[in-house]
């Protein structure tokens, strides 16, 4: 069994939690076999239950079984002593394809392998996007190059636009983005505008503060794990309540998420989209017995909902009205049948969803 390779697998194949102890130990793939079980899982914050649970999920008869096949590989890969890979590469965002590939070897892996780790976290071992753009210009279909030149001109404009916005700048269709989308090996228009992101922001200087420098890493890390974890068919289920709904309403888990929701009902009201906010208990049981079928209910709960929104949300799913949970995967709000946006990050994931919500709104109106 290539170990890496079920790792590798791991991290888009496994549940969250799972799916983060993979990139774990991809990151620490040297200390592994040097620790105990007990200090593994007090490094990965998890319980010794869940480290056996992790290493059946792969292929393995349990912990030891696998920390045993790491050492194995180790051997037989016959590498130097290098640091581990969290130190070597940093932020993953920033990794440059040399560094990879000393990684690569270090593990003992092929190039294919690399190449599937690499686009799991988001960075592509062909080289920067724009290059790929520009080489290619003559390959491109004359739609196609039209979507290439407008992206080439602008940048900055072409990884934030919404799919819309970009087909009216390059006088195309939105299909045609899409293609070009696939065209340009991404998996579709928001794969695009990530790694347009990635390839038009400049690593961090080396001038800033190494506090600074860790600050912008960790956001970083934190907006593209919540891009990971996100459904897009689950968010576009919640564009589509917002559009459908006769009226919209928003509840607050608690004075930490009501900057968001408060955040979420601006938005919505520039975009012609009445929506009002509850953050007081009682009115929450008020409003929640008002609602009714062809209304949609938002919840904002990035941390613990006490017992009155328990019961509103309870409340309004009995009312018929569609619900939206932006919450974390095992939050005590959600629901069987609740569009659910599952949180990473409750400050940059929570800002990061409301941005997609209202940009979807935006598409096709």
Known sequence: MDIVYQLVNGLS????????????????????????????????????????????????????????????????????????????????????????????????????????????????????LLEQIRSRLPDFSQQEARVAQTILDDVAFASSATIDQLANAAGVSPATITRFARAAGCDDIRDLRMKLAQANTPAPSGTLPQAWREKLHGINGALVSQLGDLPPAMLQKAVTALKEARG????????????????????????????????????????????????????????HPEAALLAAAHQARQQGAAVIVIAPHRSELIAKKDIVLPLMDSRYGTLLIIDLLCEGLLVGN
């Open 13 to 128: 194949g496994l549940p969250a939690q799972e799916s983060r102890l993979a990139r774990f130990f991809l990151e620490n793939f040297a200390q592994v076999p040097e620790s105990t079980m007990e200090e593994l899982a007090a490094q990965a914050g998890v319980s010794p239950a869940t480290l056996h649970h992790f290493a059946r999920s792969i292929g393995c008869a349990d912990i030891n079984d696998f920390l045993g096949r790491v050492k194995y590989q180790q051997q037989e890969a016959g590498a130097p002593s290098l640091p581990s890979p969290s130190r070597m590469l940093g932020d993953a965002a920033w990794v440059e394809p040399a560094s990879l590939q000393k990684l690569a070897a270090h593990a003992g892996v092929g190039s294919d392998i690399l190449e599937r780790f690499t686009h799991s976290l988001g960075k592509e071992t062909a080289g920067d």
């Open 248 to 303: 919209v309403h928003i509840f607050s888990a608690g004075a930490a998420d009501t900057p968001f929701a408060s955040l979420l009902q601006y938005r919505l009201l520039t975009q012609s989209c009445p929506a009002t906010l509850c953050l007081e208990p009682a009115l929450m049981s008020i409003t929640a017995a008002m609602l009714h079928e062809g209304q949609t209910l938002i919840i904002v709960a990035g941390g």
